[in-house]
């Protein structure tokens, strides 16, 4: 089983939606310093991609896909 890099998937995803950080931490209702850690973080808790993914408007595997672009 191949890990996946949980940072790398959330900046793809951002990308091809569209969304900046800043935005993302809003609508997530965490800060903008926190977004540029987990953009940063090969390893995201569960809880945490499943709210970035609901706010990207995305499912977890749809996340998980955006590492292997």
């Not at 951002?14 to 987990?38: C, D, H, N, V, Y």
């Amino acid at each position: 089983m191949e890990l996946i890099d949980a940072g790398k998937c959330l900046k793809a995803a951002q990308k091809e939606q569209g969304i900046t950080s800043r935005e993302l931490a809003k609508r997530s209702g965490t800060s903008p310093q926190q977004m540029l850690r987990w953009r940063s973080n090969k390893n995201i808790k569960l809880h945490t991609i499943q709210l970035l993914t609901f706010h990207l408007g995305i499912s977890i595997d749809a996340f998980i896909a955006f590492g292997n672009k």
